[in-house]
């Protein structure tokens, strides 16, 4: 069975960082390419940023460009979203996502496992 389960959100003063974390489960994790996305109360899932299944330039949303980095660690079945400059317009459930393709995808149709979520709250 395959799992995804995310960890590190929490609450955090705009300006602030956090380092969100995904361990995967049940699958052969160097196959999947990953990303992650928000959902923000009352507004649609939206992608924040991916990876393809090797290592390579990742994508972000314009919105995070330059404050978030996603990264992955093959051999620990883990991917990694290190927030920084954290805006209030941040905050959101933060979900991690596995695609069985060799290349990421912004689209939240495109991916085949998802985790359950991590709330990210940021002050003002």
């Known amino acids: 069975q395959v799992q995804l389960v995310e960890s590190g959100g929490g609450l955090v003063q705009a300006g602030g960082s956090l380092r969100l974390s995904c361990a995967a489960s049940?699958?052969?994790?160097?196959?999947?390419?990953v990303g992650w996305f928000r959902q923000a109360p009352g507004k649609e899932r939206e992608f924040v940023a991916a990876?393809?299944?090797?290592?390579?330039?990742?994508g972000y949303a314009d919105s995070v460009k330059g404050r978030f980095t996603i990264s992955r660690d093959n051999a620990k079945n883990t991917i990694f979203l290190q927030m920084i400059n954290l805006k209030p317009e941040d905050t959101a459930v933060y979900y991690c996502a596995a695609r069985a393709r060799p290349i990421y995808s912004g689209g939240i149709t495109e991916y085949d496992y998802w985790g359950q979520g991590t709330q990210v709250t940021v002050s003002s």
């Open positions: 049940g699958l052969t994790f160097s196959r999947f390419s």
């Open positions: 990876v393809s299944r090797l290592i390579g330039s990742p």
